[in-house]
């Protein structure tokens, strides 16, 4: 049973969380009682329809942008109350090699995955040692963890997201704010319907379990991992991927 501590209502910020895996951990920290509001760049319909069918608060930001998401913040606080759980799951990819990868390719993926973190984080770490409890989780991925061809770009932001996690975990330790990483495998999302037939078929023989993910899988230990009785976990990397990697 769930400890009444683990039930209280906090306020949840959840970076590109109208689809894939943002929109499950979305839907999972709503049920856990929580006043989530999911961010997204764009997609305007989507978001709408996902507000319309969940009851969730979407916004809309460029998390890459600093003064972007200091006045989100400040909207969130005004309309909802101090974010206290931050998820930082908004991530794109541009991918090449390196001898044929533009600069600008570089810098967006770096900007988005990795720099829209620290930008969310500055901004929530003061607020949550003011309310003495916080909660971030960073999502990174199995290709920060092993490296991918023609995915230098993403590789680097998302091996970067642990070494923030491990170094804000222990700013953050003595206030009762975890910081932890989440590394997904391949999870069954709309990000993997390009891939060739072939191509999905040998990437699920490499998985041991014998499966892709679900984005429902990650979403629940997100929910484990940003609960109050889990503040002892903080500094850690949770792999997600059916056995595929186990650094």
Not at 42 to 71: L, P
Not at 123 to 137: D, H, K, N, Q
Request: hydrophobic share 45%; proline share 3%.
């Amino acid at each position: 049973m769930m400890s009444a501590l683990a039930q209280t209502s906090r306020v949840a910020l959840v970076t590109g969380g109208t689809r894939g895996i943002g929109a499950a951990v979305s839907r999972a920290l709503h049920a856990a009682g929580h006043r989530v509001v999911a961010s997204y760049g764009s997609n305007v319909a989507e978001a709408r329809a996902f507000e319309t069918a969940t009851g969730i608060r979407t916004m809309a930001f460029d998390a890459a942008a600093f003064e972007a998401c200091a006045e989100a913040m400040e909207r969130i606080a005004g309309a909802e109350g101090p974010v206290t759980i931050l998820v930082n799951n908004a991530g794109i990819t541009r991918d090449s090699t390196v001898g044929r990868m533009t600069r600008a390719a570089w810098d967006a993926v770096i900007d988005t995955n990795l720099g829209a973190a620290f930008n969310l984080c500055r901004l929530a770490m003061p607020v949550m040692r003011a309310e003495g409890f916080g909660r971030i989780v960073n999502m990174a991925s199995i290709n920060g963890q092993t490296g991918q061809f023609g995915q230098a770009n993403y590789a680097a932001s998302k091996a970067g997201l642990q070494g923030l996690t491990r170094a804000l975990a222990l700013e953050g330790a003595r206030h009762n704010i975890t910081v932890n990483t989440i590394a997904p495998g391949y999870i069954d999302t709309a990000m993997l319907e390009t891939v060739p037939p072939q191509i999905m078929a040998d990437i699920v023989a490499r998985i041991p379990v014998g499966r892709l993910g679900t984005p429902d899988e990650v979403a629940r230990a997100v929910t484990f991992l940003t609960a109050e009785d889990a503040g002892f976990i903080t500094g850690s990397t949770l792999s997600i991927n059916g056995g595929q990697h186990m650094p």
